[in-house]
């Protein structure tokens, strides 16, 4: 189920949603206004780095300080 960010057009309040079906209707959390507008939002990615000790994780070094970067 995927989470929206939409904004109120009434109250200009933003918020998300966990959208549960396609045809569910939104509503403002502060004002209940069904007045909204989805917003577009950038995901985030969580993963691991395939060298273990490494923060920049483009070499086998255990810092950045080591390599140089």
Known sequence: MPIYEYQCINCGNKFEVLIRTHNEIIKCANCESDEVKKLISLFGVRGTSSTAGSSC??????SCKSCGK
Do not use: D, L
């Open 57 to 62: 994780g483009t070499c086998t070094a255990p």
